[in-house]
Nanobody, 115 residues
Framework: QVQLVESGGGLVQTGGSLRLSCAAS????????MGWYRQAPGKQRELVAA???????NYADSVKGRFTISRDNAKNTVYLQMNSLKPEDTAVYYC?????????WGQGTQVTVSS
């Protein structure tokens, strides 16, 4: 079983920065890939960034060069550093973890970028 707890969302002006954190509680074993998804009102949930246990990363084209994902395997924590934020980044951001083929989700944290 995996439980994910996110933190770090909030309100920021265009061009500002935020850092999201997601701490995973795991009962036995380890987590494979971790990542961040987001869902804006009226839109489908989409991948923002993902990182494997070995550190391989994948980003949505819309955030490349602005967002950086990282993880601390010892702490089972994944981070998302978001710079140069735009109003279109406004969404609920969800932490995701993949363990043994099962998907786990956090409760979501709101990110709002004002113009």
């Amino acid at each position: 079983q995996v439980q994910l707890v996110e933190s770090g969302g909030g309100l920021v002006q265009t061009g500002g920065s935020l850092r999201l954190s997601c701490a995973a509680s795991v009962s036995g074993g380890y987590i494979n890939a971790m990542g961040w998804y987001r869902q804006a009102p009226g839109k489908q949930r989409e991948l923002v960034a993902a990182i494997t246990r070995g550190g391989t990363t994948n980003y949505a084209d819309s955030v490349k060069g602005r967002f950086t994902i990282s993880r601390d395997n010892a702490k089972n924590t994944v981070y998302l550093q978001m710079n140069s934020l735009k109003p279109e980044d406004t969404a609920v951001y969800y932490c995701h973890a993949d363990r043994l083929g099962y998907n786990y989700w956090g409760q979501g944290t709101q990110v709002t970028v004002s113009s």
